[in-house]
């Protein structure tokens, strides 16, 4: 079985700026945050940004700010159930998903049932 490797904090801000279709430069723009900053954030050169920075780039692209200070190895007390909690990660899920196309959504959809039905089947 293949090891699960966790998504770095570089690898998620990429992912996140490319799911809302914006270039370093965009986010540069937007935020004032160099994009050669920005690049080396993205491929891990910078491990730990300020909270400053994460706090701004979980605005510009809409995910939960302390997710990104958990990611980043920042202390984050947690006062939220589990089910809190649950609710937390699905709605991060869902904020880098903006702007599907139709085909996407019917795609993830359809996925979701498939994974459900498997894991049904699994019990």
Do not use: C
């Not at 998903?97 to 699994?122: G, H, I």
Request: glycine fraction near 4%; charge should be positive.
């Amino acid at each position: 079985m293949a090891e699960s490797k966790e998504l770095s904090l570089g690898r998620l801000l990429k992912d996140l700026r490319e799911a809302k279709r914006l270039s370093l430069r965009d986010v540069e723009r937007k935020k004032g945050i160099s994009n050669a900053y920005l690049s080396q954030l993205e491929n891990d050169i910078i491990e730990k940004p300020s909270p400053h920075i994460l706090h701004k780039l979980a605005e510009l692209y809409g995910v939960d700010y302390n997710y990104l200070m958990q990611k980043a190895g920042y202390f984050v007390p947690t006062h939220q159930s589990k089910g809190g909690q649950k609710q937390a990660a699905r709605s991060f899920a869902l904020s880098s998903m903006e702007d599907l196309s139709v085909e996407e959504e019917e795609s993830l959809v359809e996925y979701l049932a498939f994974l459900r039905t498997r894991k049904r089947k699994k019990k």
